[in-house]
């Protein structure tokens, strides 16, 4: 039998996060799983953040899907991120006892409201990549690009699909050569398309992450795109790796702008992509904590040289935390 304990919370934006959202909360909540049976009792912990200006089911009607039993692959991904914490906890071991080096890129949501002074700063700190979400004010971002591509950085611009293909040509011809050259990636550029995603492609390498639901996959003849973003929130992880083996692609691993439990599990979920896969995993993103007030959580979470260190204990951590929530029980069907 599987029961299910939540415990809502919400994350207190610092400045807007995207193109599609102006600062408001966002909210989600932990879930306690457990699988009770004959031979075994395993709990796990799993986080489930809801975008829903991006079409996730709010907290509220998740817990409704849940009485109801309807399923739904966002929260098919909480199930096993958690079963998989159970197994760790069960078996008396963290999911980061054998780590791995995985860098992270340095998040900036919002060109108008960074420091530009601090990107030598991030240099210094062991920072090789910046990500920067695009697509509302091209003189700050443009701005950033030059400084952070001065200064030796990487670049990943996300756009979150608010462009158009003319659009986002128009916007790569006035970037210069220096920030050109700099470039790993973008993201979403525009809402998937073949056509212009493989046009796309001819200018940039193209990163494809919230549009992934959208692409034919089972009827392509070429790649769509040259990374794909894997969000363990959001996506199955064996579907992603087989689909990125067929077509080449590079993988990227992310946390989902979530609790730091999700964002424990990302980097959990990546370093063993990493030990398995290599050099066809990228760095990846998970240092998004700095975007929203600090919380008990996220004070347990350390950053050296672009890294993120998780919280100590079983599976992926935040024992005692998350021992003494005051979880509240769902009725299933
Ligand atoms: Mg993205």
New binding site residues.
């Given amino acids: 039998m599987i029961s299910f304990s939540y415990f809502p919370y919400s994350l207190t934006p610092l400045g807007s996060l995207n193109a599609n959202s102006k600062g408001e909360g966002n909210s989600g909540a932990l879930f306690k799983i457990s699988w009770n049976s004959e031979n075994a009792n395993l709990t796990g912990y799993a986080d489930f953040h809801s975008w829903s200006q991006f079409g996730d089911a709010t907290i509220q009607d998740q817990i409704k899907n849940i009485e109801l039993g309807i399923k739904n692959p966002h929260f098919e991904q909480t199930i096993w991120l958690a079963h998989r914490d159970a197994l760790a906890r069960s078996q008396k071991r963290s999911l980061f006892q054998h780590p791995v080096q995985i860098r992270s890129n340095y998040l900036v949501s919002d060109a108008d409201n960074f420091e530009l002074a601090t990107l030598g700063d991030l240099k210094q700190a062991g920072f090789k990549t910046l990500k920067l979400k695009v697509g509302r004010n091209f003189k700050s971002e443009i701005a950033a690009m030059n400084e952070a591509a001065s200064a030796g950085l990487r670049l990943r611009l996300?756009f979150?699909a608010s462009s158009t293909l003319p659009l986002f040509l128009n916007y790569l011809n006035q970037l210069e050569p220096l920030i050109l050259d700099q470039i790993e990636y973008i993201?979403?550029p525009f809402p998937f398309d073949l056509k212009d995603w493989q046009e796309a492609r001819k200018f940039a390498k193209i990163a494809l992450?919230?549009e992934y639901d959208k692409v034919p996959w089972a009827d392509l003849t070429k790649a769509p795109c040259d990374v794909l973003?894997l969000k363990p929130a959001k996506l199955n992880i064996q579907n992603t790796m087989e689909i990125a083996s067929r077509w080449n692609l590079k993988v990227a691993v992310t946390n989902y702008m979530d609790h730091p439990v999700g964002t424990a599990h990302a980097l959990s979920v990546a370093m063993e992509l990493r030990k398995q896969y290599r050099d066809m995993i990228l760095d990846g993103g998970f240092l998004t904590q700095h975007l929203y007030k600090a919380d008990l959580f996220s004070e347990q979470l350390t950053v050296r040289n672009s890294e993120l260190f998780p919280a100590a204990g079983l599976g992926i951590g935040f024992d005692q935390l998350l021992e003494t929530l005051p979880w509240l029980q769902i009725k299933s069907p």
Avoid: T
């Fill in positions: 996300d979150n993201e979403d992450d919230n973003i």
